[in-house]
């Protein structure tokens, strides 16, 4: 089977858009359930909670505004809910995605091989489950890239004013990339590609994989629908390398 990406410019919008179109493939279905769990379990769970503390930590944060900005709470309000619903969705969407990473990579192994029209032996779970200590180490390289950029970002929510009205568009933009580079990896690691060549790649196409994860942090805010975006993520970023990078890149 392949994939004819002819009508559509091959952008971030349009794979994001293959995503949900190739989640429901024949054959495919059956490597989506337990993603799907995964984050319906975790994620429905924590926005859940997350939406009864609301109401406690927005006047609580309010509270901390300097007098002299008082006149911007019409506006800071609805960015301090915005900052909460970032850096919530994404801090519990990489558990998510941890728990899942073995399963992730054998859906965008298995959606590949549908794809390029050469589907694989049906032994993926026995390999999947030999592969999970190197797929761990994988998911801890993206960790030690992500956490010192994040927590650079979240100290400028400490900054009274500024950070309330500019760390929430650096994070979107970053959650963007991270997002990015979360979902692309799979394909990527099925193929034994190096982090940092993973990058490297991403950074030649950045507008196009911003684009991406853009919409995919913009869904994980969105209660019910966010249930379901991970394998949706994960075929978008699958369809992105078979693609544009398999050809040159595939081991």
């Known amino acids: 089977m392949t994939t004819d990406y002819s009508d559509t410019p091959p952008n971030g ?5 293959q995503g949900w179109k190739l989640v429901g493939l024949p054959g495919i279905r059956r490597y989506v359930i337990v993603p799907l769990l995964v984050n319906i379990v975790l994620l429905g769970g924590a926005f859940y909670w997350l939406f009864h503390r609301l109401s406690q930590w927005i006047p609580d944060l309010m509270a901390r505004i300097p007098d002299w900005l008082q006149w911007l709470s019409y506006l800071l309000w ?3 809910v915005i900052s909460i619903l970032l850096v919530f969705s994404y801090f519990f969407s990489t558990i998510a995605n941890w728990i899942a990473a073995p399963f992730c990579g054998l859906l965008a192994e298995q959606l590949e091989g549908q794809l390029t029209g050469h589907p694989l032996v049906d032994n993926g779970w026995i390999a999947m489950f030999k592969d999970i200590p190197r797929i761990m180490k994988r998911e801890l390289q993206k960790l030690g890239y992500y956490l010192p950029r994040a927590l650079g970002l979240l100290l400028l929510y400490l900054i009274p004013g500024f950070g309330q009205t500019v760390a929430p568009v650096l994070w979107f933009l970053f959650s963007a990339w991270m997002l990015a ?3 692309c990896d799979y394909p990527f690691d099925n193929h034994k590609i190096s982090f940092p060549q993973m990058r490297s790649a991403l950074r030649q196409h950045k507008v196009t994989h911003m684009q991406f994860g853009a919409l995919v942090s913009l869904f994980t ?8 975006i991970m394998p949706v993520a994960v075929c978008g970023a699958t369809a992105m390398w078979v693609d544009q990078y398999r050809s040159r890149l595939a081991r």
């Open 13 to 17: 919008i349009h794979y994001f858009r």
């Open 181 to 183: 580079i979360q979902y």
């Open 221 to 228: 805010m969105i209660p019910v629908v966010n249930l379901v």
């Open 78 to 80: 609805p960015l301090s």
